[in-house]
């Protein structure tokens, strides 16, 4: 089965400038839609940023005209680079692919992004 690695995650202060890297484990990117996830402490899962197959990007309003998700199908790798992070960023941020309101792969570690002075 697909594994997934999440990297890039840091201490940041407040403004700063993060690019978050997913890597599948097989060649997967250019054939099915992605997506980062975060989970704050204490709170649920939640989708910040999606991108379909042929690259249409989508994002959740708290993160709009700050995060930028991209990927590269050659390289199979997803992106996330996210400018003027805020505390309420903080987070362990995780990449998968969606389906059908669920997910297509087993969560990986994620990767832990802190936002603080």
């Known amino acids: 089965q697909v594994q997934l690695r999440e990297t890039g995650g840091a201490l940041v202060p407040p403004g700063g400038t993060l690019r978050l890297s997913c890597t599948p484990s097989?060649?997967?990117?250019?054939?099915?839609?992605m997506a980062w996830y975060r989970q704050a402490p204490g709170n649920a899962r939640e989708l910040v940023a999606s991108?379909?197959?042929?690259?249409?990007?989508n994002y959740a309003e708290p993160v709009k005209g700050r995060f930028t998700i991209s990927k590269d199908n050659a390289r199979n790798k997803v992106y996330l680079e996210m400018d003027d992070l805020k505390p309420e960023d903080t987070a362990i941020y995780y990449c998968?692919?969606?389906?059908?309101?669920?997910?297509?792969?087993?969560w990986g570690q994620g990767t832990h992004v802190t936002v603080s002075l």
């Open positions: 097989q060649l997967v990117v250019g054939l099915v839609s």
């Open positions: 991108i379909s197959a042929d690259g249409s990007p």
């Open positions: 998968n692919s969606p389906r059908s309101g669920s997910i297509r792969y087993p």
